[in-house]
């Protein structure tokens, strides 16, 4: 008797060689050691860590060891992180990835950032719809996460466009510089997964 449950295909978390992808104005590529100045210069932005919440890099060392932890997940298959550049330039603008996969649950949680001179410019949502596009036709997940500070409303719009929906709000359940902080949590579904039975 052929059983009626479905199960959802097997995660494609083969990421060598590395899935470059392309938008109309953007390249998402691997992060290379080359990339560690313009890392630490992200990441030790005040203006783009307002709402992310975690310590700003302290050094192009932390840096370059930021790009070895990439690299670790990615021939671990434990997550994927993409270096976001301009077509024309091929510099580093920002980053964004599946930063943490749950395999056994086939969910993945996303995060992203850009310099605050490419924001405002609808680049982010080039990048979001075609990482989201991958996580779902290529590596077979189920459901992507995204937590956010409440306060960012720009991230929380963003979220809302490609039709993330509010799966929680959890009160003072985070941490950070001497403060206890609010998370949303935000989920979209991949409502057409293939299935074997």
Not at 37 to 45: E, G, T, V
Not at 52 to 79: C, G, Q, T
Request: hydrophobic share 40%; proline share 4%.
């Amino acid at each position: 008797m052929q059983s009626t449950r479905a199960h959802l295909m097997n995660l494609n978390l083969n990421f060598d060689p590395f899935p470059v992808l392309q938008t109309s104005r953007l390249t998402l590529r691997k992060p290379l050691l080359s990339d560690a100045a313009a890392l630490f210069r992200l990441r030790s932005d005040d203006s783009v860590l307002q709402y992310l919440d975690r310590p700003k890099m302290a050094s192009l060392d932390e840096a370059r060891e930021f790009v070895e932890k990439i690299h670790d997940n990615l021939d671990n298959n434990n997550s994927i992180n993409w270096a976001i550049t301009p077509k024309d330039t091929n510099e580093l603008i920002g980053t964004i990835g599946f930063w943490r996969i749950e395999k056994e649950h086939y969910r993945a949680e996303i995060g992203y950032m850009l310099f605050p001179e490419y924001q405002r410019r609808g680049l982010m949502q080039e990048a979001l719809s075609e990482v989201i596009a991958f996580g779902f036709n290529t590596l077979n997940l189920h459901s992507v996460e995204a937590n956010c500070n409440p306060a960012n409303v720009a991230s929380i719009l963003l979220l809302e466009k490609n039709n993330f929906v509010k799966e929680a709000y959890f009160k003072e359940n985070y941490y950070f510089a001497g403060k206890f902080l609010d998370s949303v949590i935000f989920s979209l579904v991949n409502t057409n997964p293939t299935i074997i039975k």
